[in-house]
């Protein structure tokens, strides 16, 4: 098989990055080692930047976002059960950020991709990358599970847009890594019953951090700091529900509603850069170069920036001849991906308790938590870097 650009993984990013490539007359071919219903279904990140939604739509993937999307114009600060508001807008000269949830953005870019993009395989495991410092870059991919028929694709150009335990980052020689693990993780939950504040609201409490977000009008998304090592199943659903209540608790009458409790899981947590994100002809995009710890939302917008980058870059490079932009890739990917990094670090630190934090590091977060609902500059720090960074 041969194609331009070779995709490897069918996350946002690389679903993403076929549609661009589509609407830009470049031809390409998506290879997915699991099938269509996880893919559909893996729960994860749920806030879109200003800037991915203006790229969504652009990209003529934006009209159920448009629908059933729910737009967001600030959230919610609480610490010592007092409450905050960041008003983004105000902040940031109009901006705001999308809740609509990464399933429905893959399925969005599945259904438009199969109806008039090129080939998108399922159940296709990528097991290496070769000859990236050649110009005829390949895949050695296998079909339908361990017994499945290996075959070759072979490629102008790679994306490896396949995730952090994927295979092309390890087609990358000479790289360097910078990386963080937190000695805590998330516990997330879906419920069925609607969302007991009409923005998200981070809390920072002495228990632990937690978040309330939401799927839609009538389904909530919470989130619980939890030990690293955490067993989802050791958590009934009463003691997740009393646990979030404690951490939101509150000076006034404000009440956390409780319904039946429909997934349950632990996330870990962790901050992680390779560099650089291109080695010859085989590009890296989104979670197979970096991971950001999920406080701030940053996950998911950072993979379309990386895409959004490559797109243009090739784009420029059929029009002109020129290999600039691609030569700028990895540089000007990471350029976003520090300040993301940087972000989500703060905002990490700022919320989670530390198992091993001293009585003086508690009262500098809360000194941090005050400062920015009292200072219009840490404010405007805040809601520009959440709403987000410009791409490129
Ligand atoms: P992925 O979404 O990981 O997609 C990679 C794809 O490649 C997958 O479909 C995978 O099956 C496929 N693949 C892997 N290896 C191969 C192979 N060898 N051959 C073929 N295909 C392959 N971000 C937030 O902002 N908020 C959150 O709440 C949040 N929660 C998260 C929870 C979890 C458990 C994880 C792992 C991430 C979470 N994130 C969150 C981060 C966000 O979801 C990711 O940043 C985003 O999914 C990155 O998209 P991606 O396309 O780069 O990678
Ligand atoms: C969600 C996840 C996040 O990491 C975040 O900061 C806000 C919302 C969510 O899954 O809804």
């Given amino acids: 098989m041969r194609t331009t650009v070779g995709i490897i993984g069918a996350g946002p990013a690389g679903l993403l990055l076929a549609r661009l490539l589509h609407n830009a007359g470049i031809d390409s071919v998506v290879l997915e080692s699991r099938d269509r219903a996880y893919v559909e279904r893996r729960q994860r990140a749920g806030i879109l930047e200003q800037g991915t939604v203006d790229v969504l739509r652009e990209a003529g993937a934006g009209e159920r976002m448009d629908r059933e999307g729910l737009r967001h114009d600030g959230?919610?600060?609480r610490f010592d059960r007092r409450r905050h508001r960041v008003d983004f807008p105000a902040l940031?000269?109009?901006?705001?950020?999308m809740v609509y949830a990464q399933t429905e953005v893959c399925k969005d870019l599945i259904a438009l991709q199969l109806k008039e993009g090129g080939p998108l395989l399922f159940e296709t495991e990528a097991l290496a990358v070769e000859g990236a410092e050649t110009d005829r870059p390949r895949v050695r991919f296998r079909r339908g599970g361990a017994e499945g028929a290996e075959d070759v694709l072979e490629c102008?150009?790679?994306v490896g847009c396949d995730g952090f335990w994927g295979v092309s980052r390890a087609a990358v020689p000479d790289g360097r890594t910078f990386e963080r693990t937190y000695p805590f993780g998330w516990l997330g939950i879906l419920a069925d019953v609607a969302p007991s504040h009409d923005e998200l609201v981070y809390a920072r409490h002495d228990r632990g951090f937690a978040l309330l977000s939401m799927r839609s009008p009538s389904v909530s998304r919470l989130y619980l700091q939890v030990p690293?090592?955490?067993d989802a199943d050791s958590w009934s659903d009463e003691r997740i529900w009393d646990e979030l209540e404690r951490r939101f608790e509150t000076d006034d009458d404000w009440t956390l509603r409780r319904g039946p409790i429909t997934q349950k899981s632990v996330t870990p947590m962790r901050s992680y850069v390779h560099e650089p994100m291109r080695h010859g002809r085989l590009f890296l995009a989104g979670d197979a170069a970096h991971i950001v710890p999920p406080t701030g939302a940053k996950g998911l917008n950072l993979a379309v920036g990386d895409v959004v980058t490559f797109a243009?870059?090739?784009?420029?490079?059929?029009?002109t001849g020129s290999e600039d932009l691609l030569d700028a890739y990895s540089a000007t990917c990471l350029?976003?991906?520090w300040q993301a990094e940087r972000f989500s670090y703060d905002m990490t630190t700022l919320l989670h308790t530390a198992p091993d934090a001293t009585p003086?590091?508690?009262?500098?977060?809360?000194a941090r938590l005050d400062r920015i609902a009292s200072s219009r500059a840490a404010e405007t720090d805040l809601a520009e870097a959440y709403t987000g960074f410009p791409i490129g």
């Avoid at 243009?312 to 029009?319: N, S």
Wanted: proline fraction near 0%.
């Fill in 156 to 158: 102008d150009y790679v």
């Fill in 360 to 366: 003086f590091e508690d009262r500098l977060q809360l």
């Fill in 228 to 230: 690293a090592d955490t």
């Fill in 75 to 77: 959230i919610e600060l």
């Fill in 92 to 97: 940031t000269g109009g901006r705001s950020v």
């Fill in 335 to 337: 350029r976003r991906v």
């Fill in 312 to 319: 243009r870059a090739l784009t420029h490079r059929t029009a």
